[in-house]
């Protein structure tokens, strides 16, 4: 579901990262020079400054980082079945006896409710990360590829 637009995303990245990286590092000191010169320097020399190579660099980490750290997030899992996150798999760090365990009560609730319960439903995970990954995404609407990763990541 996510796939998508998480590969999106990390295509973006990689993107900016190498502009970043290809772009002249000195750049930022020209124009700190013109700035130092000229104390009302016009909004675009400014913005250009403000979004010289290094700091491009650092914010493709900062949100690299992001992105690692949402995917990493985890269902609830407290033990109890009324509050453990029907989504719970061995990927968000329980064993096998506990997953087995969730698995077996989602399908007595399958059974009492005629449909699954969902994420939505105990922890919110699923919606925090779809979130997430749409907002990260958001910058890069006029990409060809963007609203096709949005729709995969809703669907
Ligand atoms: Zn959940």
């Known amino acids: 579901m996510?796939?998508?637009?998480?590969q999106f995303l990390?295509?973006?990245?990689?993107?900016?990262g190498e502009d970043a990286r290809a772009a002249d590092p000195e750049l930022s000191t020209v124009f700190t020079r013109i700035a130092t010169f000229d104390p009302e320097m016009a909004a675009d020399e400014?913005?250009?400054?403000?979004?010289?190579?290094?700091r491009a660099h650092y914010e493709v980490v900062a949100k690299r980082l992001m992105l690692d750290e949402v995917l990493s997030s985890r269902h609830l899992v407290?033990?109890?079945?009324c509050m453990d996150c029907p989504r719970v798999t061995e990927a968000d760090g329980v064993g096998t006896a506990t997953a087995d365990r969730i698995r077996?009560?989602?399908d007595?609730?399958?059974k009492k409710l005629g449909r699954d319960l969902r994420c939505a439903e105990r922890c919110g995970r699923d919606a925090r990360?779809?979130?997430?990954?749409?907002?990260?995404?958001?910058?890069?609407?006029?990409?060809?590829?963007y609203m096709q990763a949005v729709a995969a990541n809703r669907a």
């Open 2 to 6: 996510n796939d998508a637009l998480v």
């Open 10 to 16: 990390r295509a973006r990245l990689d993107d900016d």
């Open 46 to 54: 400014r913005h250009i400054m403000r979004h010289r190579p290094a």
């Open 78 to 81: 407290t033990g109890d079945h």
């Open 104 to 106: 077996a009560l989602n």
């Open 108 to 110: 007595a609730y399958r």
């Open 129 to 145: 990360v779809h979130r997430t990954l749409e907002l990260l995404a958001l910058p890069y609407a006029d990409h060809p590829d």
